[in-house]
């Protein structure tokens, strides 16, 4: 966003168990400066200072029925943050009412009013009506997905995420184990080692001497090709679902020469493609 476009505030409230705080992670994703259950008497102190600093133009604030003040307060407190400029949008999140009875069953979780679950739900309900009035844009998302409610998000606020996705290539070596972030982990022992030429040994995969040893192998470069193109045909299907981030692993026996080899060029290809693919290499220096 330019340093001349409107300082923007969203403010998320809704039904407990609606998913706010899930939408505060959407916006994280799209670059907001998110804050949950802000009280509301700090909300023109803080908003002041956020943007005097010039950190943020873009925050998300999250607030909820915890704040007693917050239903006497919340008209007045939206117009005097207009007054100053903001653009403040408010975004409702509700649900049918057996989805979040539902939820809490599965979450085991306690409801800020503390009492029976449905009655507090109905409760909580007629005492957020006004809010609700207030309320820029009513999402239910009693039948959406993390992806859905991300894209829906989206649209209303015509933004665009900082980075579809932080993709990460990461290259191990069996010997030290698996590594514990990987989403999709393949093995390259199948590829010729240059562990066992003398030459090489003590080189690593970013060495070209050790490149070109690998290549000679016809299935080294077929293997990369096919392996990218099925990475570029399945991210598109896993941002959509609305996950921000895929870590990719590379194994080969000690991670120094044929995983490392395999890691740069895919990340290299991924680039190409126009993801923002970063490579580590965690046991090159072992």
């Not at 399945?234 to 941002?239: A, N, S, T, V």
């Not at 692993?249 to 493609?273: I, P």
């Amino acid at each position: 966003m330019s340093a001349d476009s409107p300082r923007r505030l969203v403010i998320l409230t809704g039904v407990s168990g609606a998913g706010k705080s899930q939408a505060l992670k959407v916006f994280e994703d799209f670059g907001f400066y998110c804050v949950d259950n802000l009280p509301i008497a700090l909300i023109d102190r803080f908003t002041e200072l956020l943007f005097e600093s010039r950190k943020a133009r873009n925050v998300a604030l999250g607030i909820d029925i915890r704040e007693g003040e917050f239903l006497k307060g919340f008209p007045g407190t939206l117009k005097r943050l207009r007054r100053k400029g903001l653009k403040v949008q408010v975004i409702y999140m509700d649900a049918q009412e057996a989805v979040v009875v539902r939820r809490y069953s599965e979450t085991r979780h306690r409801h800020p009013l503390g009492m029976n679950i449905l009655d507090a739900v109905r409760e909580e309900r007629r005492l957020l009506l006004d809010v609700k009035a207030q309320a820029d844009k009513v999402f239910d998302s009693s039948d959406m997905t993390l992806g859905e409610l991300k894209e829906a998000l989206s649209a209303l606020l015509e933004l665009k995420r900082t980075q579809e996705m932080n993709l990460s290539v990461v290259s191990f070596g069996y010997k030290h184990g698996l590594p514990i972030d990987a989403d999709l982990v393949v093995d390259v022992r199948f590829l010729p080692n240059p562990n066992y030429v003398r030459r090489l040994k003590r080189r690593t995969g970013l060495d070209r001497r050790v490149q070109a040893f690998i290549l000679r192998e016809p299935l080294a470069k077929t293997f990369i090709d096919d392996f990218s193109r099925l990475l570029r045909k399945l991210l598109p299907h896993y941002i959509r679902e609305g996950k921000s981030y895929l870590t990719v692993a590379v194994g080969c026996t000690g991670g120094h020469h044929r995983s490392v080899f395999v890691t740069h060029r895919l990340a290299g290809e991924l680039q190409k493609s126009g993801y923002r693919a970063r490579e580590f290499h965690r046991d090159i220096d072992r």
